[in-house]
């Protein structure tokens, strides 16, 4: 025959076989070309490692190169997946690289990546890698800076600034001329002190603001100065007192203290978001028209007197111009933060409402009870409160026309505790599993503390093998096969607190894995394999102690499919007509009461009893129906007073 059946081979073994051909007078060939067989190994169930160290390279505008340490598995990774902003952008054909093409610049998005293995086991996915596209070349000049003004003015000298300029990228440095002649840069300063001028003499100055892709602005405005005389060098004192009266939509009068001079002041100078509007003929009040309706304004007043001294401008009055009869309200504040927390205090702070007229101030809430107002601060300083307590903040602007914004989205902040020299309770539990010949995992129950278990630290016969980085489990390899351990566990805080050493747990690792028999049944020693399994009383896998259950396991369970015989009604009774849905009033009592929701078990009844997950699916399908209710509810609260809105805008 020209077939041979080999049977009696090991699992998981790589053999060569060659075949040579006889005669009947004995004669024999050469072997054939040698064939190499590896016999199959027992089900994989085993997924992959997760991809670690995902990179990116060769970033451009519209593309990208990733790159990932390739994962691990017990018998072979065979390709990898790999996802853009979640969705699968394909599989790499075993590489770990790839290349993304078609993206849109100046755009971010996040990588992952998973390995698979030749029996359909996935691992999950790597850690998110948020790469932003480059954006194309820079081509924008910045904007021309405005608001020149002079100050420190002398004789042969004077101090210039202005406002900063905006710039697509970024504004890098300022120029400044004088009489059209560059005087340097300012080192990306927005002011300039100019020295070597020359006594009552007249000098043209502006500025022009660069990117660091070389665009340039055009030129400022130019502000004509006059340096002083050497006569009279007093500058009369700066005006004060400015005022707007007779607010208009398209004007308003301004009005101010007359300043003092040496000799005697001569005239005031209004300028106008920078910009000189002239002089006032010596009077302290002028008339300012022209503008736009709805329109903030920067006002500022400088005084002169007969020998060209001018005093420094006026600290600057914002003025906005009236709107039609205003019915918008500002925007939501956003951005609310904590600051500064202490045990009984903290600052808030948010960023800036916008309103189509103005915002004029901002309430503070205190789990929804009202601290008052900032006087038109975005910052808020809160007192009076209890350490090591829980609170909920939100913030709301108001406009001088007494429309009001929604509450912001709420900030929960922790007081803090007195100072920590608690320390954690001793951990608990301490289990191995997944034992083997060089190594295993332990696993134990979370330490408690005061303020809060920050890492544990793990020891091996008394020597620390280091820390979880917060994990209340750890992976020891490099063991000796069929050798007896001691392991323990301490747990540590942020405040350095550490509790003392766990029970010492004594593992021993095992020793070659052989074929079950009745001879080697009960040995502890003994990994051995078998195809059906069956008991007849209660199964204990990594625990002696089954507390008369079917099934007692000292650590994870992975499955592909669990199906619960469910043994009490499906929630759909929510939905029902006369269901008694609880007053969300009700439920924000029975939280404060309890510390947790109605029907839901506290995290004692679960630590003391654990979870039956068929009666906790059961409550979590009740609690998302009841939450559908309350939004349905919300819904329709929300149409009704949008109508009423409706209503009341059309009868205005």
Request: proline residues 4%; charged residues 15%.
């Amino acid at each position: 025959l020209t077939s041979y059946t080999v049977s009696g081979l090991t699992p998981s073994t790589t053999y060569s076989f060659t075949v040579r051909a006889l005669d009947g007078s004995g004669n024999m060939s050469l072997q054939s070309v040698a064939l190499e067989a590896t016999t199959l190994s027992p089900a994989d169930t085993e997924a992959p490692s997760i991809p670690t160290g995902l990179l990116a390279s060769n970033l451009g505008t519209t593309g990208l190169d990733l790159s990932w340490a390739a994962s691990t598995d017990n018998v072979g990774v065979s390709d990898y997946e790999v996802f853009q902003n979640g969705v699968s952008l394909g599989l790499t054909g075993g590489l770990t690289s790839y290349t993304v093409s078609g993206l849109t610049p100046s755009t971010t998005y996040s990588f992952t990546v998973r390995a698979l293995d030749g029996s359909g086991n996935m691992s999950l996915q790597s850690v998110a890698l948020e790469a932003t596209t480059l954006s194309p070349a820079d081509t924008e000049s910045p904007s021309i800076p405005t608001g020149l003004l002079v100050s420190n003015l002398g004789t042969t000298g004077l101090d210039l600034s202005w406002a900063a300029s905006a710039d697509n990228v970024g504004v890098s440095d300022y120029e400044v001329f004088q009489n059209g002649v560059s005087l340097g840069v300012t080192g990306g300063l927005t002011n300039y002190t100019v020295s070597g001028l020359t006594p009552s003499t007249t000098y043209s100055f502006t500025v022009r603001a660069l990117d660091g892709s070389e665009n340039m602005s055009l030129q400022s405005v130019a502000l004509e100065v006059t340096t002083l005389s050497p006569a009279d060098t007093e500058a009369p004192s700066v005006p004060t007192g400015l005022l707007a009266s007779n607010l208009g939509t398209t004007g308003l009068d301004l009005s101010w203290t007359a300043s003092t001079d040496n000799v005697g002041v001569s005239d005031y100078e209004v300028f106008q978001s920078g910009v000189s509007l002239g002089l006032t003929g010596g009077l302290t009040s002028y008339t300012v028209s022209g503008l736009t309706p709805s329109t903030t304004y920067s006002f500022t007043v400088r005084a002169l007197d007969g020998s060209g001294n001018m005093s420094l401008q006026s600290d600057a009055f914002e003025a906005t111009t009236l709107s039609p009869a205003d019915t918008e309200a500002p925007s939501i504040p956003t951005g609310l933060l904590a600051s500064n927390l202490g045990t009984t205090g903290l600052d808030l702070s948010w960023t800036a409402s916008t309103d189509n007229v103005g915002v004029s101030d901002y309430e503070v809430f205190q789990n929804g009870v009202s601290l008052g107002l900032t006087g038109g601060l975005t910052s808020y300083t809160v007192s009076g409160l209890t350490p090591s307590s829980t609170y909920s903040f939100t913030v709301r602007a108001l406009d001088g026309s007494g429309n009001m914004s929604l509450q912001s989205v709420a900030l929960e902040a922790t007081t803090l505790s007195p100072a920590d020299t608690e320390s954690p309770s001793v951990p608990t539990g301490l289990l191995a599993s997944n034992l083997g010949t060089t190594g295993l995992d332990l696993s134990w129950t979370a330490s408690t503390d005061n303020v809060g278990v920050s890492d544990y630290e793990v020891f091996q016969n008394g020597v620390s093998l280091g820390l979880t980085g917060g994990l209340t489990s750890y992976t020891v390899s490099g063991l000796t096969p069929s050798s007896t351990y001691s392991f323990t566990v301490r747990a540590l805080d942020g405040s350095g607190n550490m509790s003392l050493q766990s029970v010492a747990l004594e593992a021993t690792t095992l020793n070659e894995e052989v074929n079950y028999t009745d001879q080697n049944a009960n040995r502890l020693d003994v990994d051995w394999y078998s195809n059906h399994t069956f008991v007849n009383g209660n199964l204990g896998i990594g625990t002696l102690n089954t507390s008369n259950y079917r099934l007692a396991v000292a650590g994870g369970v992975v499955a592909e499919e669990i199906n619960v015989a469910l043994q009490t009604s499906w929630p759909d009774y929510v939905f029902e007509k006369g269901y008694d849905l609880p007053t969300l009033k009700d439920v924000e009592l029975f939280i404060r009461k309890y510390g947790h929701l109605p029907n839901v078990p506290s995290a004692n009844e679960v630590k003391a009893n654990g979870i039956d997950l068929a009666k906790m699916n059961v409550v979590l399908l009740e609690k998302i129906e009841e939450m559908t209710l309350y939004i349905l509810q919300m819904e329709k609260r929300v149409s009704e007073l949008e109508q009423q809105i409706d209503v009341k805008t059309k009868g205005d």
